[in-house]
């Protein structure tokens, strides 16, 4: 009886395996083409700009610059920095910059990025005023245009907004090899599920909602993937997510091995949280309602177990390996029969997504760093055990180094 057990379930793997990584390769497809411009908008909505920052005296100064810098009228929207429990000078560099500092800390308030967002969130909403809210990181820029072009999207019916994000500082191996990966998931992904009406992902900064969608949908004070989260709530309440493609936000990408690893534990213990509380009733919405939107995110938020579905799947193939496993059959019918031909016919499967950043025209640095994304793959297995058995609470800070300011990126 365990065998039939096992052997369906190596099979049930394979098939979901298979089945994901076709979807998302069709799903690229899309990103051949590109999108439609927002037309601007006729009128002007009033923002409230929104920065969580602890300990970021270093390049806090700088995020509030380039909001100020904005292409708006400066009357229409307000910087708000949120001193989450500093200890350095965090608040007074943010203040000289142009922004209102709150202090999130003192009695019965908790250290956290998603405690000070609900918290602060909830107090400017009191004010009154604001039609629109948007996210940032202290280390984040924002493009002049950014609010303008999330007027235009919100003009046009959208409620919730993510910005197209790309890396700020690529003077070092390890952020070109980051940045060049956000290029193509730009192209191949997030463009493809806003042509066919698929949610966005949130990234943590750039992020805009209507006062609507920030009065009914709180941040999370406990997970650590707070943007995951929230996006895979506001998808099971139907929501849908827009990408901004115009709307440009500049983020800081890891340049030492440590702040790549401890900022990828923290993000692998946060999805597996994610997939814990939202996974089911994804999948319940999806079938349901038949909501598309629903089943993406479902499918999404499961790739969070992809690697131990992996290493399960082969663990099975190899207990049944005198049975039938869909992978072997497959492999075993692809051309030819020596391994050279098999491994020749998968190549254009490891060359294609770097087609995206010959269409988004990268810089040829960026190109050639993209090939050495399997050296971070090899990483994969720590990381993943590691954020497993991290707790919940396990924050991991990344310090924030990149003194790039918004001029040095825009013409």
């Given at each position: 009886m365990w065998k039939i057990t096992a052997l369906i379930a190596s099979n049930s793997i394979q098939v979901f395996l298979f089945a994901s990584g076709l979807?998302?390769?069709?799903l690229s497809f899309r990103g051949f083409w590109g999108l439609k411009k927002t037309?601007?908008?006729?009128?002007?909505?009033?923002?409230?700009?929104l920065v969580p920052a602890h300990n970021e005296e270093g390049v806090v100064g700088l995020a509030v610059q380039s909001l100020v810098s904005q292409k708006y009228p400066r009357g229409l929207f307000d910087i708000f920095v949120v001193a989450d429990h500093c200890s350095d000078n965090t608040a007074p560099v943010a203040a000289a910059a142009g922004a209102r500092v709150l202090d999130h800390s003192g009695p019965g308030l908790k250290a956290g990025k998603g405690r000070a967002l609900k918290w602060v969130t909830a107090k400017i909403l009191a004010l009154g005023g604001y039609d629109a809210f948007c996210y940032f990181d202290a280390d984040s820029l924002a493009h002049p245009g950014f609010l303008e072009a999330m007027n235009a999207h919100l003009a046009a019916g959208d409620k919730a907004l993510q910005g197209r994000q790309v890396a700020k500082n690529t003077s070092k191996l390890l952020s070109k090899i980051l940045a060049s990966g956000h290029l193509v998931s730009n192209r191949f992904f997030q463009l493809?599920?806003?042509?066919?009406?698929?949610?966005?992902?949130?990234?943590?900064?750039?992020?805009?909602?209507?006062?609507?969608?920030?009065?009914?949908?709180h941040w999370d004070e406990t997970c650590l993937t707070e943007d995951i989260e929230m996006q895979m709530r506001l998808v099971r309440h139907g929501v849908h997510i827009a990408w901004a493609q115009d709307a440009l936000v500049y983020d800081e990408e890891p340049e030492e091995l440590s702040?790549?690893?401890?900022?990828?534990?923290?993000?692998?213990?946060?999805?597996l949280d994610v997939a814990r509380r939202h996974l089911p009733g994804l999948f319940a919405r999806a079938l349901r309602r038949f909501d598309p939107k629903a089943l993406e995110g479902a499918v999404y938020c499961s790739q969070t177990y992809r690697f131990a579905a992996v290493m399960l799947a082969a663990a099975l193939v190899w207990l049944n390996r005198d049975s039938f496993n869909l992978l072997v059959w497959l492999f075993h019918r692809l051309p030819g029969v020596a391994n050279t031909l098999k491994i020749v016919s998968l190549v254009p499967l490891l060359l294609y997504p770097a087609v995206a950043l010959l269409i988004e025209k990268a810089r040829p640095d960026l190109l050639v760093a993209y090939f050495l994304h399997p050296v971070l793959a090899a990483l994969r297995l720590p990381i993943f055990v590691a954020g497993v058995l991290r707790g919940r609470d396990f924050w991991g800070r990344?310090?924030?180094?990149?003194?790039?300011?918004?001029?040095d990126l825009v013409e």
């Amino acid at each position: 009886m365990w065998k039939i057990t096992a052997l369906i379930a190596s099979n049930s793997i394979q098939v979901f395996l298979f089945a994901s990584g076709l979807f998302y390769l069709f799903l690229s497809f899309r990103g051949f083409w590109g999108l439609k411009k927002t037309p601007p908008a006729a009128g002007r909505r009033r923002f409230a700009l929104l920065v969580p920052a602890h300990n970021e005296e270093g390049v806090v100064g700088l995020a509030v610059q380039s909001l100020v810098s904005q292409k708006y009228p400066r009357g229409l929207f307000d910087i708000f920095v949120v001193a989450d429990h500093c200890s350095d000078n965090t608040a007074p560099v943010a203040a000289a910059a142009g922004a209102r500092v709150l202090d999130h800390s003192g009695p019965g308030l908790k250290a956290g990025k998603g405690r000070a967002l609900k918290w602060v969130t909830a107090k400017i909403l009191a004010l009154g005023g604001y039609d629109a809210f948007c996210y940032f990181d202290a280390d984040s820029l924002a493009h002049p245009g950014f609010l303008e072009a999330m007027n235009a999207h919100l003009a046009a019916g959208d409620k919730a907004l993510q910005g197209r994000q790309v890396a700020k500082n690529t003077s070092k191996l390890l952020s070109k090899i980051l940045a060049s990966g956000h290029l193509v998931s730009n192209r191949f992904f997030q463009l493809p599920k806003q042509a066919l009406g698929l949610s966005a992902n949130l990234n943590g900064k750039g992020m805009c909602f209507s006062s609507e969608v920030a009065a009914a949908f709180h941040w999370d004070e406990t997970c650590l993937t707070e943007d995951i989260e929230m996006q895979m709530r506001l998808v099971r309440h139907g929501v849908h997510i827009a990408w901004a493609q115009d709307a440009l936000v500049y983020d800081e990408e890891p340049e030492e091995l440590s702040q790549y690893i401890c900022r990828t534990i923290r993000w692998t213990r946060g999805s597996l949280d994610v997939a814990r509380r939202h996974l089911p009733g994804l999948f319940a919405r999806a079938l349901r309602r038949f909501d598309p939107k629903a089943l993406e995110g479902a499918v999404y938020c499961s790739q969070t177990y992809r690697f131990a579905a992996v290493m399960l799947a082969a663990a099975l193939v190899w207990l049944n390996r005198d049975s039938f496993n869909l992978l072997v059959w497959l492999f075993h019918r692809l051309p030819g029969v020596a391994n050279t031909l098999k491994i020749v016919s998968l190549v254009p499967l490891l060359l294609y997504p770097a087609v995206a950043l010959l269409i988004e025209k990268a810089r040829p640095d960026l190109l050639v760093a993209y090939f050495l994304h399997p050296v971070l793959a090899a990483l994969r297995l720590p990381i993943f055990v590691a954020g497993v058995l991290r707790g919940r609470d396990f924050w991991g800070r990344t310090e924030h180094t990149s003194r790039v300011v918004i001029a040095d990126l825009v013409e």
